[in-house]
């Protein structure tokens, strides 16, 4: 079956540091990649998404580019902040199916 | 903003009681869905809802749990005997549009813990 799998955490990080959350996935056919961001307290909200092979999501600041060649769907930021912390969820959907299919989560901390 | 909200935030409940969780979607929503996550492991898609009428369910799914919209604003998800393994952060979630190509926009979640 499908299934994502997400670069295990917690990651911590200093303010401006450079972030790389790996994420690859196994499915079939061609899904819709998306990452996900839950802040304290707060439900999970859609941060970017790619619906297609070499398309590149970003929002915010963070880029994602899926890579069909290597089924892979990595979230970088170039320089973060402190209020970037968070879980970060990233998933997939099917073309045909209903349903999203996520990864376990990866705590960011940035501390300043 | 529009939101979806949850209630309760938490819910503490003896294990073979009926829980009942419930979820506001935003108003011009069509989809409505839940998911749970147990502490440490991934999220994991329940069922999906649309036209008054479930679409979509998972494996975890069973006859333990029931889906109701029953007016025009309220999503409920109910368990009627629960079990250790029940315990969980619930989120609800709606769209517009069939989940697979639009946003999913979710609660914050309502954590049951069954003792």
């Known amino acids: 079956g499908d299934s994502v799998t997400q670069m295990e955490g917690p990651v911590t990080l200093s303010e401006e540091a450079f972030l790389t959350i790996n994420c690859t996935y196994t499915?079939?056919?061609?899904?819709?990649l998306f990452w996900y961001v839950q802040y304290p307290g707060e439900g999970l909200q859609l941060l970017l998404k790619?619906?297609?092979?070499?398309d590149k999501g970003s929002n915010k600041g963070f880029e994602a580019t899926y890579r069909k060649e290597t089924t892979s769907f990595h979230l970088e930021k170039g320089s973060v902040q402190v209020s970037d912390s968070a879980v970060y969820f990233c998933?997939?959907?099917?073309?045909?199916?209903?349903?999203?299919?996520f990864g376990s989560g990866t705590q960011l901390t940035v501390l300043p | 903003e529009p939101e979806v909200t949850q209630t309760p935030s938490h819910q503490v409940t003896q294990m073979g009681q009926e829980v009942i969780l419930r979820c506001v979607p935003i108003?011009?929503?069509?989809?409505f869905y839940w998911y749970r996550q147990i502490l440490g492991q991934k999220v994991e898609f329940l069922v999906s809802f649309y036209n008054n009428e479930i679409s979509e369910k998972s494996e975890i799914f069973d006859d333990q749990f029931s889906v109701e919209r029953p007016d025009g604003s309220n999503f409920t998800l109910k368990i009627r005997s629960t079990k250790l393994e029940d315990s969980a952060m619930y989120f609800c979630?709606?769209?517009?549009?069939?989940?697979?190509?639009?946003?999913?926009?979710f609660g914050e979640g309502s954590r049951l813990t069954v003792l």
């Open positions: 998933a997939l959907s099917p073309g045909s199916a209903r349903q999203l299919t």
């Open positions: 499915a079939t056919g061609y899904p819709s």
């Open positions: 790619a619906t297609k092979a070499d």
């Open positions: 108003s011009n929503h069509l989809y």
């Open positions: 979630a709606s769209s517009e549009v069939q989940q697979g190509t639009g946003e999913l926009f």
